[in-house]
């Protein structure tokens, strides 16, 4: 069984920050690419950010250069740094991250329940 939680949203004013955490537990061989998606209201879940387990990352053009994506291998956690936020960042944000346990011969993708994140004054 693999376990994933996040932590960290709430509600924010516009141009405040959040930062957003996601544990990985479990019968865990090894974690391979985690990341953030978000679901807005009445959208698609759309990506946000990715980490590679060797550090590479990739951004959606909206967030660039205001969110970082980081993780801690030795913790099997991902973090999302969010700066200058704005309205249109509201949403529900889901972590993700492919995961190889010892119950299952190839990786596979697992989610954490989500977390709300509002930027409103």
Do not use: H
């Not at 544990?23 to 990715?50: C, D, H, N």
Request: with cysteine; charged share 20%.
């Amino acid at each position: 069984q693999v376990q994933i939680v996040e932590s960290g949203g709430g509600l924010v004013q516009p141009g405040g920050s959040l930062r957003l955490s996601c544990a990985a537990s479990g019968s865990i061989f090894s974690i391979y690419t985690m990341g953030w998606y978000r679901r807005a209201p009445g959208k698609q879940r759309e990506l946000v950010a990715t980490i590679a387990r060797g550090g590479s990352t990739r951004y959606a053009d909206s967030v660039k250069g205001r969110f970082t994506i980081s993780r801690d291998n030795a913790k099997n956690t991902v973090y999302l740094q969010m700066n200058s936020l704005k309205p249109e960042d509201t949403a529900v944000y889901y972590c993700n991250a492919n995961i190889l346990d010892f119950e299952r011969p190839s990786p596979r993708d697992y989610w954490g329940q989500g977390t709300q994140v509002t930027v409103s004054s």
